[in-house]
């Protein structure tokens, strides 16, 4: 089974400023992913021509069960988390990161019944300050929601923002999840024509038979966003 984590940086390319989103939709779909967690997806925004995103990569990649959280407002839309899966989702929920005044953030937790069993996952999109990321962290690991998924497999994986790779040590190590993107030289994810952080991320624990990731290196990925695909396979 595979999953795919992508910041998507709303369909506009790192390098050219161009939004195309078919240039998405190609590198997922090359990938052939089973789950597909993305970050900064827009809907109804000027710059990306207000196309709905969520119900458009939904249908072009045919996955189709789909959860989109709108986490930070612009206009009449906006942008935010978006969760597509092959498989139904058993339950799901969407909980708000944001801390004081800095800029909307959010998780999407998702009981995932996939063909081996069900799966508990997470997607989310943290902030830029390291304090606001370690708070964010420990709201979510401490969260009754999430505590409900603790007798099945979990995985978190999105855009962590962490580039000194401090979380692996904090909150996760207190709350035994390990680290499946690690050493951090072997991710790297940003900027996507020249990376040099490892901000894509993936955690784990429970009973997982087999966990591998590797980051997704085609051209065109390095084109279509400024954010690499972390690709994620397992079996339960």
Same mark, same amino acid.
């Given at each position: 089974?595979?999953?795919?984590?992508?910041?998507?940086?709303?369909?506009?390319?790192?390098?050219?400023? !161009?939004?195309?989103?078919?240039?998405?939709?190609?590198?997922?779909?090359?990938?052939?992913?089973?789950?597909?967690?993305?970050?900064?997806?827009?809907?109804?925004?000027?710059?990306?021509?207000?196309?709905?995103?969520?119900?458009? $990569?939904?249908?072009? $990649?045919?996955?189709?069960?789909?959860?989109?959280?709108?986490?930070?407002?612009?206009?009449?839309?906006?942008?935010?988390?978006?969760?597509?899966?092959?498989?139904?989702?058993?339950?799901?929920?969407?909980?708000?990161?944001?801390?004081?005044t800095k800029k909307s953030r959010g998780a999407q937790?998702?009981?995932?019944?996939?063909?081996?069993?069900?799966?508990?996952?997470?997607?989310?999109?943290?902030?830029?300050?390291?304090?606001?990321?370690?708070?964010?962290? !420990?709201?979510?690991?401490?969260?009754?929601?999430?505590?409900?998924?603790?007798?099945? &497999?979990?995985?978190?994986?999105?855009?962590?923002?962490?580039?000194?790779?401090?979380?692996?040590?904090?909150?996760?190590?207190?709350?035994?999840?390990?680290?499946?993107?690690?050493?951090?030289?072997?991710?790297?994810?940003? &900027?996507?024509?020249?990376?040099?952080?490892? $901000?894509?991320?993936?955690?784990?624990?429970?009973?997982?038979?087999? $966990?591998?990731?590797?980051?997704?290196?085609?051209?065109?990925?390095?084109?279509?966003?400024?954010?690499?695909?972390?690709?994620?396979?397992?079996?339960?």
């Amino acid at each position: 089974m595979r999953l795919l984590s992508y910041n998507i940086h709303k369909g506009i390319g790192g390098r050219d400023r !161009r939004y195309r989103l078919q240039r998405i939709v190609d590198v997922i779909a090359a990938e052939s992913p089973d789950i597909v967690c993305l970050q900064e997806v827009d809907r109804n925004v000027r710059r990306s021509r207000f196309d709905n995103q969520p119900e458009i $990569l939904a249908e072009k $990649l045919k996955l189709t069960h789909r959860m989109y959280q709108l986490n930070v407002h612009v206009q009449a839309g906006g942008y935010g988390n978006l969760l597509l899966s092959r498989w139904p989702f058993l339950s799901h929920h969407q909980v708000s990161l944001t801390r004081q005044t800095k800029k909307s953030r959010g998780a999407q937790m998702a009981m995932i019944d996939t063909p081996n069993g069900a799966i508990h996952l997470v997607n989310w999109h943290l902030g830029l300050a390291e304090r606001e990321r370690h708070w964010q962290t !420990r709201r979510l690991l401490e969260h009754h929601l999430f505590r409900d998924g603790r007798d099945l &497999p979990q995985m978190i994986v999105g855009d962590f923002n962490d580039w000194r790779n401090t979380l692996a040590g904090g909150p996760f190590n207190v709350h035994g999840f390990q680290q499946l993107t690690a050493p951090i030289s072997r991710f790297r994810s940003f &900027p996507a024509y020249l990376p040099l952080g490892s $901000l894509d991320k993936a955690f784990w624990r429970g009973s997982f038979s087999q $966990l591998t990731a590797h980051v997704a290196k085609r051209r065109l990925a390095r084109d279509a966003s400024d954010h690499l695909p972390l690709i994620v396979d397992f079996e339960l």
